[in-house]
């Protein structure tokens, strides 16, 4: 064991770093991460096939799903408008300053607006503002419900929680999530003209830059756009789901347990753009891996 | 140990053997190796401890926890396995009064009220003509339609008394259902009581008024105090303690 001396206390004892213990701890972490993911897939898989039983839509369950749409799905629409705005302005100053840098011509503005809104932006901005807005709030929903013994309420009267809570939840969420990045990737596009057409960078008439938009259009885009959206979109739904309800018997829990499921979720978005960028374009960011 | 129902050809609707528990929290119900037995029709009541919790062991009765050991039946079909979703068809032909929490925060008290019976499949006018009865039985006008934190504990707990009567229930779980409200209402809740069980529907009252021992409702009543896990039959009713 090694000794030090310390100004204030005297002799003070250092643990001593042991590669069994280190291994041990990343072993621990490895398997809990896994865990994690395991309880992630079982209840998506869960609210598949939840959700594709007509059975379990029952009325109560289709007004809570109405309800979530409502609140996630449409009164969300004017927040990804508004960020989408803001995201379109910085990206055309963005172009604009490589093309003073590098001399890039108007025409390559276009597909590097497209590419970068429908591959990457749009569907971050689209969890982003579903996240900060919903999921953080359906994570406090339940761990409340579940800390006050309304799940047990539900519970004992033959409504299964996970049918008539959870999975319109989540099914809202994914929806919501792909119908928003929509939304903003056209906020992003509009502005960005605006912009770009503002500060001088582009010249073309709108139906002219929604021409070379279009013609930049690429069956990747949509084979991106569609599984980034629902799959980022699905985990974060089932995270804050799950951390919800994974909240202990104190009402102190819910704040602590919300915002980790935010940030928890918010952490999942990103690792899984970045996965299905390396999947699909095999490649993460300029280097190339297949 | 006692097997309080009557000798019936009924069928048994909700039956305990060797059940034995030991409450995790304070003030909660402890059993030691008791059996019980309710049949269609009948009223059991179980005298409690004026400061008991009687929540956990009503969810254990539904399959919601389970017992440190023993057996529960519900309609001659256990609580164990996976099939959950015979669990919660089960639990669907259980009305019950909570102790306690008893709402859902985010629905109106009407919907709340109508929540089980819509989700399992009851049509409009099935669900209507319940609520009519129900109301008119015990002198309601309307539901409540706003949420349960802005209304008064005794409007939520007749309220409770509706949701758990109507549709159809084949047992009731009455815990504490006069909490919250005046002595009024007793004769009222009996006379809902006499009702249900002549539609043979079981019922268990948990409470812990001393007077549910002299209640001889359609002829077909049990009581029982539970004294230290174990059930004892009240002294008016056998003159004398027995176990």
């Not at chain 1, 042991?18 to 998506?44: N, Q």
């Not at chain 2, 009948?42 to 399959?63: H, K, N, P, W, Y």
């Not at chain 2, 529960?72 to 259980?94: K, P």
């Not at chain 2, 004892?232 to 004398?240: A, K, R, V």
Request: charged share 20%; aromatic share 8%; net charge neutral.
């Amino acid at each position: 064991m090694r000794v030090s001396r310390t100004r204030s206390r005297g002799l003070r004892v250092l643990p001593q770093v042991r590669p069994d213990r280190v291994l041990e701890a990343i072993g621990h972490s490895v398997v809990k991460r896994c865990v994690a993911v395991i309880s992630i897939l079982s209840l998506l898989s869960a609210t598949c096939v939840l959700a594709f039983t007509p059975k379990s839509w029952s009325e109560p369950v289709r007004s809570v799903m109405s309800r979530q749409l409502l609140f996630t799905g449409v009164d969300g629409t004017w927040a990804a408008a508004r960020f989408g705005a803001a995201v379109g302005v910085l990206l055309i100053v963005q172009a604009a300053l490589w093309v003073d840098a590098i001399g890039m011509t108007t025409e390559m503005i276009a597909p590097m607006l497209w590419r970068a809104i429908v591959r990457e932006v749009a569907p971050l901005l689209a969890c982003l503002v579903v996240i900060g807005r919903s999921g953080v709030a359906i994570s406090t929903e339940l761990a409340t419900m579940r800390v006050d013994g309304q799940l047990e309420v539900l519970d004992a009267q033959g409504i299964d929680p996970m049918t008539s809570l959870v999975m319109p939840r989540i099914v809202s969420m994914v929806f919501s999530v792909f119908c928003l990045a929509l939304i903003s990737a056209t906020a992003m596009i509009l502005t960005g003209y605006a912009g770009g057409r503002a500060v001088g960078v582009i010249r073309v008439s709108f139906l002219s830059f929604l021409d070379q938009l279009v013609g930049e259009i690429h069956t990747l885009d949509f084979l991106f756009f569609v599984p980034k959206t629902i799959v980022a979109g699905a985990f974060a739904a089932a995270i804050c789901c799950l951390d919800g309800l994974s909240v202990k018997a104190a009402i102190t829990d819910v704040p602590r347990v919300s915002s980790r499921a935010g940030i928890r979720a918010l952490g999942a978005v990103f690792i899984i753009s970045a996965i299905l960028s390396i999947l699909i374009y095999g490649r993460i960011l300029i280097f190339e891996v297949v | 140990m006692i097997m309080p129902s009557l000798e019936s050809a009924d069928p048994v609707v909700l039956e305990l053997r060797d059940l034995s528990h030991q409450p995790t929290f304070e003030n909660g119900l402890q059993f030691r190796n008791v059996d019980l037995e309710i049949r269609s029709g009948e009223l059991l009541t179980i005298q409690v401890d004026g400061a008991a919790r009687t929540r956990s062991f009503a969810s254990m009765l539904q399959g919601i926890g389970l017992p440190d050991s023993g057996e529960i039946f519900f309609m001659n079909q256990d609580w164990l396995g996976s099939d959950y979703q015979r669990h919660f068809s089960q639990r669907s032909l259980i009305g019950r009064v909570f102790d306690g929490q008893a709402w859902l925060e985010n629905l109106n008290v009407d919907e709340n009220v109508t929540l089980a019976m819509r989700h399992h499949g009851g049509t409009r006018e099935e669900i209507r003509a319940s609520l009519h009865y129900w109301m008119n039985h015990l002198g309601l006008d309307k539901l409540v339609s706003r949420r349960p934190a802005f209304v008064a504990p005794a409007t939520l707990q007749l309220h409770q008394w509706i949701r758990a009567f109507i549709g159809k229930p084949k047992l009731v779980i009455l815990e504490r259902p006069l909490q919250f409200l005046s002595e009024d209402w007793f004769a009222k809740l009996l006379s809902a009581v006499e009702v249900i069980l002549n539609n043979d529907i079981a019922v268990l009252w948990l409470d812990s008024r001393t007077d549910l021992q002299s209640l001889t409702l359609n002829g077909r009543s049990n009581h029982v105090i539970l004294n230290g896990g174990k059930f004892t039959i009240p002294l008016d009713t056998l003159g004398g303690h027995h176990e």
